[in-house]
């Protein structure tokens, strides 16, 4: 009897040591962290997941509870934990088909369940602050799409690479059964991060040098190919800035004299106005997407 418990001993001691020598020799990227904490960040538990601004808990419309705005620039981002926690964690815009077991297996890199059109930090490429048991960010978060989102956080920022192996360093925050709701509009761009953003739109209308009956005007329209808010309080305006809620340029004329921001609906054509024929240098406006528009606000009202 002693000698066989003298054998699982030994075999534990051998156990140990193996052990041992894995957090001496293992260096994870992203992170200084040793193989314990590398365990530890499994248990985590996440909780009470804070934007500022908030996310709105009456949005226009009233359908499908609180959500998100895309273009909004969040200025806060912060999970509590119920552990120490220490800068160096990331966090990625995941799809919502991703479930929890996936995301400690690697899953949150694979490009299935990864977005094109995702913009720094959402893309995992920055590294957020860590202190006591909270995690944050606060350089700037922004949806470029309108959508349904998960996200997936990682501690010590490797997203339980394989090829590290990271033993678990990914989680859906605040949970796995968490979609967030992000209004806006909606495009399948392949062109890498912004690549709404920079979409291009063309109105033309021929000089007058070449066309001689001189048309008056030339309606321009543009299209989008979905949203993810209701149509009733989704409008476009043409913005001669950077800021939404600018009249229209000079370059076109409004519909009716009066409305700047126009109807989305239908979304497969949207009448931005008329191309004024005797301006012929050409023009530039930014197409300004809507999805929080109240129309009782009165004749002029603002876009949220």
Request: a negative charge.
């Amino acid at each position: 009897a002693l000698a066989a418990e003298t054998d699982v001993t030994d075999k534990a001691s051998g156990f140990f040591q193996w052990f041992e020598d894995l957090g001496q020799n293992f260096h994870p990227s992203h992170s200084g962290h040793d193989e314990r904490k590398l365990l530890d960040v499994t248990f985590i538990n996440y909780q009470n997941l804070t934007w500022q601004p908030p996310l709105d808990a009456t949005p226009p419309g009233g359908q499908g509870g609180a959500c998100l705005y895309a273009g909004t620039n969040y200025t806060m981002w912060k999970i509590q934990t119920d552990v120490n926690m220490s800068d160096g964690g990331r966090l990625r815009l995941v799809r919502p088909d991703l479930q929890t077991p996936g995301a400690p297996a690697g899953h949150c890199l694979r490009p299935e369940y990864n977005f094109v059109d995702v913009l720094p930090p959402l893309d995992g490429s920055r590294t957020f602050r860590g202190n006591g048991m909270a995690a944050w960010y606060d350089g700037g978060i922004y949806f470029p799409q309108g959508g349904f989102y998960k996200l997936c956080f990682s501690p010590l920022g490797t997203f339980a690479d394989p090829e590290i192996p990271a033993l678990g360093d990914a989680a859906l925050v605040p949970n796995g059964y968490t979609v967030f709701r992000v209004l806006g509009a909606q495009d399948t761009c392949n062109h890498g991060p912004g690549c709404l953003l920079r979409r291009r739109f063309f109105c033309h209308i021929p000089h007058k040098y070449y066309v001689h009956y001189l048309p008056t005007d030339l309606d321009c329209h543009m299209f989008f190919q979905t949203t993810s808010s209701p149509l009733l309080y989704s409008r476009l305006a043409v913005m001669e800035n950077t800021f939404c809620g600018i009249r229209l340029g000079v370059a076109m004329q409004e519909n009716n004299g009066r409305e700047w921001a126009r109807v989305v609906d239908p979304i497969s054509l949207i009448y931005l106005g008329k191309t004024r024929t005797d301006l012929t240098n050409g023009f530039r406006y930014r197409l300004c997407f809507c999805p929080a528009f109240d129309g009782s606000e009165g004749v002029d009202p603002v876009i949220d």
